[in-house]
């Protein structure tokens, strides 16, 4: 097992050393000098030379890169321009709402998906697996943020039950933070959900093999068949789509943040991208697609952990 | 790929290989006898006949302002409502589908060219298939969205660079899929009679590979574009998208999310067009799968 782990662990290097370079070149190889992006046309030449001196941006790309790359092994991401502090300050202080966001959100993901993914496996073409199926049907149909509008009409308009936007620290107030995190945690989870459907025919193949039959066979019921043999064997397929459903919470959480006007790093994002503020942005990008794959590689060793085939190559 | 599994029945007159008049495949019939393929199809054929010819049938520009029908809300003349310009919403989300499908046909059109050269190139070479493979799942490691947001901060709003920032981030999911479907292939008996007839590998990848790698690329299109639709919307609502002078249904929801309290019409159309489009590509993509594989469990 501490193996596995080593060689996985080893094996991310090159792709974390890929994805700082794809970062980097999205800002540097583009048409266009960032000066100007930065500035506006109406800039003189001699501002620009001062920002590209700056930013560093006079001296050679590879120069420019390691001190870039160098800088991050430091968790050092240069510094905001529009702000005027630190790229990591500017990060740590939208952190929270989203932490929380993606946390809440996943957990009723999680909540929600797997019970009912696994129930309708079980009872395949009866009630609730129909139902299941035409509600993922449609959730995988409503983007996101049309869902979080229409929650925003009902519940904060129309209903005047919770508020429709902003956010409270669970440190000042818990019952204010509960309030505003409802709506947002509930959209952007429900959204999740549709992995449901995945871990349904998950849970259909196992339940199709052979050795749930000889369980039947012996003489067990049917609950005691899913929970000894069924769960088991399709939690495997389950965990990695929920770690690919939390690619999809890092992008969706953007889009949430800003419908419910959380202050997140996504907000953060989305209007340094007005500011062009470009380390801000490329600091964001990186950071979620670190996050990314870090989670990825812990889904490979609960899965490792869980299916001892995957631990010994196949 | 079982594809052909199903043959005409005894005593049908079976169709001469050579015929004038070719017959449709049979995950067609497969297809059209689910409902949720019908339905599907229909749905995605009026969404996009409305965007295309809608236009041209309404009676307002789509830009032009009106003070003082501000914000007006659905009535005889405007069926759904005006915007904070007095603009007719009916008008501005057929113009802004329109947008969206040009946007999803030219990504989708050019992620299928470019997916499945990079993946059939990448399983028959193995001198390409690493640093290929390597730089695409770095790509995949970023969360679709926030490298398109990046990309789209860089480039600056237009519908170029949004058609751009979006193939790149649908590609590697193209490569992948086409390149393990060519390495199943390249496994079976005739490819490997063909190598000992001496083909060259050129031939074989694009006589073989490429052939077979049809039907998982109909399917990825499908998907594929409910999918650039849904982020070609998601960039336009955070004002990363096209610029805000073209209608788009993205830009309109963001509309609709600032004049929320006093127009709820706003968002709605827009939403529920967007929505509909989404679920027709989804109901249609699903009703494939099930009629180009029928080894694969049906969901219903």
Known sequence: ?314 | MAVNSVGPAIGQEIPAESAAVRTPPDWWYRFRSTRRGTLGLGLLVLVVLACTFGPLLSPYDPSAVDPVDRLAGPSAEHWAGTDQFGRDVITRMLVGGRTSLIVAAAVTVLSVVVGTLLGLLSAMYRRVDGPVMRFLDALMAFPSVLLAIALMARLGPSIVNVIAALSIVTVPTFARLIRSSALVVKETPYVELATALGLRRRTIMLRYLFANSRSPMILAATFGAATVILSEAALSFLGAGLPASVPTWGGMLNDGQTYLRNAWWLALAPGLMLTLLLLSLNMVGDALRDALDPRSDRLS
């Not at chain 1, 370079?21 to 000066?35: H, K, S, V």
């Not at chain 1, 620290?169 to 818990?174: L, M």
């Open chain 1, 1 to 314: 097992m501490a193996r596995f782990v080593l060689t996985r662990l080893l094996s991310l290097v090159p792709v974390l050393a890929i994805v700082a370079l794809i970062t980097f070149a999205i800002l540097n190889f583009t048409p266009g000098d960032p000066a100007v992006a930065i500035l506006g046309i109406d800039a003189t030449p001699e501002q620009r030379e001062a920002l590209r001196e700056e930013l560093g941006l006079n001296r050679p790309l590879i120069e420019q890169f390691l001190a870039w790359a160098g800088g991050l092994l430091t968790l050092d991401f240069g510094s905001s321009i529009y702000l005027d502090i630190p790229v990591s300050e500017a990060l740590l202080r939208h952190l929270e709402p989203t932490l929380l966001l993606a946390t809440y959100s996943l957990a009723v993901a999680i909540l929600v998906g797997v019970p009912v993914g696994v129930l309708s496996g079980v009872r395949r073409g009866g009630t609730i697996d129909r139902l299941v199926m035409g509600a993922t049907v449609l959730i995988n149909g409503i983007p996101n943020f049309f869902l979080g509008i229409l929650a925003i009409m009902l519940f904060a308009v129309t209903l005047g039950l919770l508020p429709s936007g902003g956010y409270v620290s669970p440190t000042e107030d818990f019952i204010g933070h509960a309030q505003c995190m409802m709506l947002p945690s509930l959209v952007l989870g429900i959204s999740l959900t549709s992995f449901a459907r995945i871990i349904r025919s998950s849970v259909l193949d196992v339940m199709s093999s052979e050795f749930v039959e000889t369980a039947y066979a012996k003489g067990l019921n049917r609950p005691q068949v899913v929970r000894r043999h069924v769960l088991r064997n399709a939690a495997i397929p389950s965990v990695t789509v929920i770690g690919i459903a939390f690619g999809n919470l890092l992008g969706g959480a953007v889009v949430t943040e800003y419908v419910f006007n959380l202050q997140g790093i996504g907000q953060l994002l989305v209007e340094s991208i007005a500011r062009r503020d470009y380390p801000v942005i490329q600091a964001g990008v990186l950071l979620s697609a670190f996050l990314f794959v870090l989670v990825t590689l812990v889904v490979d060793i609960i899965c490792a952990y869980l299916d001892p085939r995957v631990r010994y190559g196949r």
